[in-house]
Structures are given as structure tokens and as C-alpha cells.
């Protein structure tokens, strides 16, 4: 799979829709692991954008990524008892509650524009999150030409993603930052580990495996391939590089108390994502638990952290970051892709 894709070094940077940036993505790709772009907050237009960013930037292999969420269904109900709930904090900040909530992305599932436009000029990869789009839509990527990646929790998922003929599996543990890929958030969640999910989804021995969740270094790296892994993917320790869109108090955070203390909630978007602890998390233990569907819940977050930002508060926003957050280092992306590879090879 590396080989058919020229990438000589198997680290994947991850997708981190909002974060991750062509500038950053290209640096690693040029490297010699696999940069990645998250499309899922953004629609044909701008995923267009980013890919033509890509490109001009580097000739190499690259990562396209997708939210393939089931559509969010509205609730007027819900959706007000929720704003209702938020009232408070958004009074906090000098503000109120949007008067309505709508849905901001498109899932990958009903998107034909989205699609059109990765097959008018097909990227090398092409990878889901959150389950897996029609037969039709795998069937065109691949014809196209499109290695395809997906991301399983389980190994149930892993061997759906297998029977739908995707290339290689994401798998991704309890210890991830960001967004959590389970296909059915509503169905009970054995939060398997890394380690423990890698073994098991090697084990089926349906697919390639690509490890996540919590890999910060070289020797996290290392134990991810001695698990039978073909590659690691790594997200928050490229949030403090200087290519990332990360904002200040996101980066800051990775070092602090919040780094330290990550908390998996869906009181942000409206689906299980883990970042730094907050003002928001800690508000999250004790809120209703009838949070809005993904993403409409997160039309009412975003709201709530633009009108803490706009004070000074930094405490409200989405500052995804997994359990390893404190073994993040500052250094531009090509020299931190050359870093881990030099610790992943090094002789324990």
C-alpha cells in the first residue's frame, strides 16, 4: 500500500478538520509520510481549494478526508430544550443563544457535489470517517483511482470496511483525540485502546491495519508496527507544528493542566470527541444528556466559543487533542516527520 503510493516513511499525518492546513499536510507529505486534509467541515468549493493548495505545494501522495455521519435529523424540541440549557453560559459571555440551530456540514453520504469534484481530478487517497458511504460512491472513488482508508472502533466495523472493499483500516483507539469514528454513536461503545484494537484488527487479517489514537513518538510508532500496524497515524502531535491552523490557546493547552486531563464529550458537536478540558467539558459532566444530533449541536458550540473568544475566553472552544497530548513538541512538520521516524527506528 506505501509502495504503490511512494511513501517511504509510514506515518500519517491526521485529517484534524479545522487544523490541519495544505501547508502542513504537503510538509509531511514531502517528508515522506503521508499528509492528510480534512474536508468534513467544508463543502465542494472549498475542498476544491484545498486540494489545488495541495498540489501547488507538493507532488506527492496525499489524504483527503470525509465525514460520512448519517444526517442529522431535526428536533425543534430538543434542539430548543438544549439552547435553553446553554442560555446561561452564553449569558456568561455577554451574549445569547442562537434564536435556531441548522446543520453546518454535509455528510459525505448525500454530498454529489462533493463527490464530483474528487472525481473530476481524484486524489491519490481518499479516506471516511464516522462509517462508510454508498457502494456506488466506493465503487466510483476506486475506479478512479483512489486508495481508500476508513476508520473503525471496533472490529466489527473494521470487517464492514473490509466487505466494502476499502484498501486499509484506521484504527482508532479510546485514546484519540478529535471526533470518535464509530459508525452508530447510539450503539454501545467497548472504547477499545489502541493496542488492544490494532492486535484485533491485525489479527482478522482482512485488511491493513493503520494505528491511531494516542501515538505522540517514535516509540509509539514502533510498538504500533510490532502490533502488526503498516503504518501509524498521528494527529495531535502535529497541532503545535508551525503549519497548523491551531489557534494560540489550542497549542498553549497541549502543554497545560487541559492536556493533561482530556476528556471525551459530546456536549460540543454533538457526537463523543475528545479534546483539552474546558469551561465547556467540565459544564458537560452535569448538562442534559439530550444533546442535539451531530452537527446541529455543533451550530450551537461554535456559536457559544465565537462569543467567548470575542472576551477573551478561550475556554469554550474545540481544542481536540488526544490522551498523549503533553509529549507534543513545536517544530516545523518536515523536521517532526524526520524526528519520529529517527526515534521509531532507533535501536530500544
Same mark, same amino acid.
Given at each position: 500500500m506505501?509502495?504503490?503510493l ?5 506515518i500519517?499525518?491526521a485529517?484534524?478538520a479545522?487544523?490541519?492546513?495544505p501547508?502542513?499536510?504537503a510538509?509531511?507529505?514531502?517528508a515522506?509520510g ?23 505545494r507538493?507532488?506527492?501522495a496525499?489524504?483527503v ?13 430538543r434542539?430548543?430544550?438544549?439552547l ?11 451574549a ?13 453520504a448525500?454530498?454529489d457535489?462533493?463527490l464530483?469534484?474528487l472525481?473530476?481530478?481524484?486524489p ?18 476506486r475506479?478512479?483511482?483512489c ?47 489502541t ?13 491493513p491495519?493503520?494505528?491511531? &489514537?494516542?501515538?505522540m513518538?517514535? /516509540? =509509539?510508532?514502533? !510498538?504500533? %508496527?510490532s502490533?502488526?500496524?503498516? +503504518? @501509524?497515524? #498521528? ?11 491551531a489557534?494560540?490557546?489550542?497549542r498553549?493547552?497541549?502543554?497545560g493542566?487541559g ?22 467539558t ?8 439530550a ?10 458550540g461554535?456559536a ?10 478561550v &475556554?469554550?472552544?474545540?481544542?481536540? /487533542? =488526544?490522551?498523549g !497530548?503533553? %509529549?507534543?513538541r513545536?517544530?516545523? +512538520? @518536515?523536521? #517532526?516527520?524526520?524526528l519520529?521516524?529517527?526515534e ?5
Amino acid at each position: 500500500m506505501l509502495d504503490r503510493l511512494g511513501v517511504t516513511i509510514p506515518i500519517i499525518q491526521a485529517p484534524m478538520a479545522g487544523v490541519s492546513t495544505p501547508e502542513l499536510a504537503a510538509a509531511v507529505s514531502d517528508a515522506g509520510g503521508l499528509g492528510s486534509l480534512g474536508l468534513g467541515a467544508t463543502d465542494a468549493a472549498g475542498g476544491r481549494a484545498m486540494i489545488q493548495a495541495m498540489r501547488d505545494r507538493t507532488r506527492r501522495a496525499f489524504n483527503v478526508n470525509l465525514f460520512v455521519h448519517a444526517p442529522a435529523r431535526p428536533d425543534p424540541a430538543r434542539e430548543a430544550a438544549w439552547l435553553q440549557a446553554l442560555q446561561p453560559l452564553f449569558a456568561a459571555q455577554g451574549a445569547v443563544p442562537p434564536g435556531g440551530l441548522r446543520s453546518p456540514y454535509r455528510s459525505f453520504a448525500e454530498d454529489d457535489a462533493m463527490l464530483a469534484m474528487l472525481l473530476e481530478a481524484p486524489p491519490p487517497v481518499v479516506s471516511f470517517h464516522f462509517g462508510l458511504p454508498g457502494a456506488d460512491r466506493i465503487a466510483a472513488l476506486r475506479q478512479a483511482g483512489c486508495l481508500l482508508l476508513a476508520t473503525a472502533t471496533s472490529p466489527a466495523e473494521a470487517r464492514a470496511i473490509a466487505a466494502a472493499g476499502i484498501d486499509a483500516v484506521v484504527a482508532q483507539g479510546w485514546e484519540a483525540g478529535g471526533h470518535r469514528g464509530v459508525f452508530d454513536p447510539a450503539a454501545p461503545d467497548d472504547r477499545l485502546g489502541t493496542l488492544a484494537l490494532v492486535r484485533l484488527v491485525a489479527a482478522q487479517g482482512s485488511a491493513p491495519v493503520i494505528a491511531a &489514537g494516542g501515538i505522540m513518538d517514535g /516509540a =509509539g510508532i514502533r !510498538a504500533a %508496527l510490532s502490533l502488526g500496524a503498516a +503504518a @501509524a497515524q #498521528l494527529g495531535t502531535a502535529f497541532i503545535a507544528c508551525p503549519e497548523s491552523s491551531a489557534e494560540p490557546a489550542h497549542r498553549a493547552g497541549l502543554q497545560g493542566p487541559g492536556g493533561a486531563h482530556t476528556v471525551m464529550t459530546p456536549v460540543i458537536s454533538g457526537r463523543p470527541a475528545r479534546c483539552l478540558a474546558n469551561r465547556f467539558t467540565a459544564w458537560g459532566e452535569t448538562a442534559p444528556r439530550a444533546v442535539p444530533d451531530y452537527p446541529i449541536a455543533y451550530d450551537a458550540g461554535k456559536a457559544l466559543a465565537a462569543a467567548a473568544r470575542a472576551r477573551g475566553e478561550v &475556554g469554550f472552544g474545540a481544542h481536540w /487533542a =488526544g490522551q498523549g !497530548a503533553p %509529549l507534543s513538541r513545536a517544530m516545523p +512538520a @518536515a523536521a #517532526l516527520t524526520a524526528l519520529l521516524w529517527q526515534e521509531a527506528t532507533a535501536r530500544p
